[in-house]
């Protein structure tokens, strides 16, 4: 019965979407929830600008009661994500929240620093692997530059890599591993490139994500946490110079060479609108831009706003709960899907889209400076 109504919901969402409808019966096939405010890496890693400031008063967990309001949403959707400015797997029950998850059909996926993967954990996920997948932060190919980013230690995290995939291949002999490695491009790692891309194929991931460093809207911001002299303003690269790179790695076919017993790696390029997360919610035969706002809402109780993608840092409404399903077809959300429908990247989205590929585009084609991605 639940997958019946699964199927409906999932045409509905078809329906409204062809019809490019601004007000939507159907809910959000993505889900992405923040589960924790906590981390386990202190001081913080470099880049992790909110963690960084003097100001930043670091959130707990988000609540049992918090997470109920929400539970419909999330347990509607396809696909759940978490999107913690935290580490998920230092929430005590964040593998028994996965498992609520899956057993409402959802599948699952999330992002973690890596370091407290350790054996028991890797064999929960891997043993799960059909309905899961998760993505590392690696940002580096050697233990200098991961110290210089982390102060951690590389060792400990490319150990629990291995272990992960060596449990995955004991659990799924001759399935793809559900793992990402991402390494967000920096002037400070941009030399590593290549390595990580090498290093990954190794190790056995799926698929490397490629980042660019996030206009979180701050200048100037500096940090000195682990003897490294870390400049935000320095450490991003122009747009043209991401492009360059993403030239150059596609044009070595040999970092995607075939690996016994696996597929190629896939290489992913978080700048690039045709290959980012805006490319993974296009429909067949829908000309819009980005569809983000049909599928998609990343709802984050624990710093305040709900977000109509994963670009946009700036929320269309803060979440009570109560007003979730308000926020979806609030004139925001209608906003930017009657915008969209016409071709148009939003205006909303011009002003507060800063790590948006499609803005990001846009304001190189139209010649405005964009140092800052
Ligand atoms: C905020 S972290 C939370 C999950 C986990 N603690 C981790 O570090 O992977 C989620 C992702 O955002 C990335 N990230 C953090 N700060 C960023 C920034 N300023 N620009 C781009 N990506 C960033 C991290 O590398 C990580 O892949
Ligand atoms: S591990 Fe993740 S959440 Fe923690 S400081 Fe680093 S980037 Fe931020
Ligand atoms: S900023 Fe706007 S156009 Fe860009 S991904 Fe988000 S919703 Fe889509």
């Known amino acids: 019965m639940r997958d019946v109504w699964r199927a409906a919901r999932r ?69 759940v994500n978490d999107c913690s400015y935290g580490e998920p797997l230092a929430r005590p029950d964040f593998l028994p929240i996965l498992d609520r998850l899956r057993a409402a059909g959802v599948f699952v996926g999330f992002t973690s620093n890596g370091l407290l993967l350790n054996e028991q954990k890797a064999r929960f996920l891997v043993e799960r692997g059909e309905t899961l997948d998760l993505c590392i932060s690696l940002n580096a190919a050697t233990r200098e530059t991961y110290w210089a980013h982390h102060g951690q230690d590389w060792e400990k995290l490319l150990a629990n890599v291995r272990g992960l995939v060596a449990a995955h291949d004991r659990a799924r002999p001759g399935q793809p591993v559900p793992l990402m490695l991402s390494f967000i491009v920096m002037q400070s790692n941009r ?64 970092l995607r060479a075939p690996r016994a017993g696996r597929e190629p790696l896939a290489i992913a390029f978080a700048w690039n609108g045709r290959d980012s997360f805006i490319a993974e919610q296009a429909e067949p035969g829908v000309d819009v831009p980005c569809l983000f706002p049909w599928k998609f809402l990343s709802i984050r109780p624990l710093h305040g706003f709900v977000a109509p993608c994963v670009y946009l840092k700036r929320g269309v409404a803060t979440p009570q709960e109560t007003t979730v399903a308000q926020i979806w077809n609030g004139q925001v959300m209608t906003g930017l899907r009657r915008e969209l429908k016409h071709g148009r990247v939003p205006a909303f989205c011009m002003e507060h889209g800063n790590c948006c590929p499609l803005v990001l585009e846009q304001r190189a084609a139209a010649g405005a400076p964009v140092a800052v991605p």
């Open 11 to 79: 045409l509905l969402r078809r329906f409204e979407i062809r019809r490019r409808r601004v007000r939507l019966l159907s809910r959000p096939a993505v889900v992405n929830i923040e589960l924790t405010g906590r981390c386990n890496v202190k001081p913080a890693c470099t880049f992790c600008v909110g963690k960084n400031l003097p100001t930043y008063h670091e959130p707990g967990h988000l609540s049992e009661e918090q997470l109920a309001s929400f539970w419909p949403w999330l347990s509607g959707a396809e696909r």
């Open 191 to 254: 030399h590593e490139v290549v390595p990580f891309l090498r290093l990954a194929s190794d190790l056995g991931a799926r698929v490397a994500l490629l980042r660019h460093l996030f206009d979180i809207g701050i200048r100037g911001f500096t940090a000195n946490n682990f003897g490294h002299h870390f400049d935000y303003d320095a450490e991003t690269l122009p747009f043209a110079e991401y492009q360059a790179i993403e030239a150059e790695v596609r044009a070595m076919p040999e």
